[in-house]
């Protein structure tokens, strides 16, 4: 690899880092780990090509261009998660895995296992840290502000929703998400 390659590599890594928490191939070959896959039935799950795992494990390419993979993506982290410290046996797991694979994404206020309090309703910040990974899933943050200021002449809530969701920090998101709900 060049050193021109061996940049975007890092570049890449870094806007994962960014948009996910850490780069990709971690992440996945932490749920590989955690969950006895392989990066063939990972990519399955995914919803993903083995070749685009393979990218996005690399650094070869930064972004989950499908917010519903990004949505199963987060749903195998909180089943990895479980499955690392008992709380899920291996044919649960396997189990959950499959509906997982089969998920189309859905909406964000869904009131699943991964997001729900102990009464089965989302927490508000839960609610927002989606909206908001959604949101980076498919532009940085950047991008996002030069959207928003495109519509802020004719659009300004939508602009302002941009701004406070797409690059803006969670407590400010969730205080807008609050003030907006009645």
Same mark, same amino acid.
């Given at each position: ?8 590599? +890092? ?77 899920? %046996? ?20 869904? %009131?699943?296992?991964? #997001? ?6 989302? #927490? ?14 498919? +532009? ?29 920090? #969670?407590?400010? +998101? ?9």
């Amino acid at each position: 690899m060049d050193a021109t390659q061996q940049d975007a590599t +890092a570049r890449a890594r870094e806007l994962q880092r960014s948009w996910y928490g850490e780069p990709l191939g971690a992440l996945f070959r932490r749920l590989i780990d955690d969950l006895g896959l392989n990066q063939a039935r990972l990519a399955a799950v995914l919803g993903l090509s083995a070749p685009m795992l393979s990218q996005l494990m690399s650094g070869q390419r930064a972004k989950i261009g499908n917010p519903a993979v990004v949505q199963r993506v987060q749903a195998l982290q909180e089943l990895s998660s479980q499955a690392a410290d008992g709380r899920v %046996s291996a044919a649960e797991a396997a189990e959950r895995m499959e509906e997982i694979k089969k998920s189309a994404g859905g909406s964000v206020l869904n %009131s699943t296992q991964s #997001t729900a309090t102990s009464s089965g309703a989302p #927490t508000v910040r839960r609610v927002v840290r989606e909206i908001q990974s959604l949101l980076r899933s498919v +532009a940085a943050a950047g991008d996002i502000i030069d959207a928003a200021d495109s519509l802020a002449p004719t659009h300004p809530e939508l602009a302002e929703f941009l701004r406070v969701y797409g690059a803006g920090r #969670t407590a400010d +998101a969730v205080a807008h998400y609050e003030a907006h709900q009645s």
